[in-house]
């Protein structure tokens, strides 16, 4: 920056840190190359504060997905992407340097905005594909995002900023706040999990009785408020008529993700909304009807389904490989088909199904 050149979005995020911290001086980590002039790192800067309350963790905060300089985006209403990531990491106490793995991640995940457009939201949730800490043994595998407890939204100069804090989850967390909904699995597991901290430590809070039981209730009476999701293994393949026989069309799902699609389904369908997979090559669309049926076209494939036919198929879809039909979808084969989880070098680390 040169002499001329103004800070206020920045300088907008650290008057609010200094309302929960003071005079605090935090470790404070900068890129050496701007992201627009090649560097590899898309954030300008991530500041870590020691907090030591409900109990000792650093309190990550992010600067560069809003505008932190002068206003260059139309979007007047808005500062940049409007929002910047936190993060609650566990602290040992005699720990004087946050993690990098933790900065890492952080900026993985702008790498991801910066690259595909596509912003957070409170709510949202992100699958890892393993460890957020590669190589640690841990149970968090996936990523949830909620409003930081602590600091509220913003109006600064260059627009709006809302804080998101991405919180450390377990496979079978995810796979709750998709059957029912993220920050309702979360305040659940509140009281085990003060502030949202992430701990690569912890269990999964499915684990304790009062936190299942909630999720649980919650996702029965509620339903799903997962209206679309990306299914990597996902096909369809149209039954064929011969002069003897009529072959059965098959949905084809993968073993990793077939039981929280029953799940979700089943929610879905309970109250009257639909759910659409999309794949790599169709769209699979479940829509609630009086008369169970399927009518194949050519970008979208729809499934109409009563109740009693959503329960059936849902109890059906489950972690392993099968094939089966539903008697009120005459014509319909549904088939479950083994899922590899790879490693980031590709190598076949685990077989679900």
Known sequence: MNEETTST???AIDQEMVKIYGEQEPKHYGTLISYALGGNDPLDGISAYKAVEPYPHWHFVTYGFSELYEKESENEEESGFGFEL???LARGDDEEEPPAWALNLLQ??????FNTGNVFHAGDHLDANGPICLGADTLLTALAFVKDPQLAEIDTPNGRVQFLQMVGITGDELDAMMAWNTRGVLDAGLPFMPSYITDLERDSLLRNATVSAAVQSGMEQEGSNTAYLF???LGWELGKKSLFKKTHSTLRLGAKQAEVIGKILRGRIKKGE???????DVRVVFEAGEKPECIPGEDVIRFILDDPT?????????????????PSLKGIAISIVKTNITDSEG???KVIG
């Open 9 to 11: 979005g920045w300088d």
């Open 274 to 280: 639909s759910l659409s997979l999309v794949g790599p």
């Open 108 to 113: 993985n995940m702008g790498r991801y905005v």
């Open 86 to 88: 936190t993060f609650r």
């Open 231 to 233: 299914v990597s293994q």
């Open 347 to 349: 190598n076949v680390v």
């Open 310 to 326: 959503a329960v059936a198929l849902s109890k059906q879809l489950l972690p392993k490989e099968s094939s089966f039909d539903i």
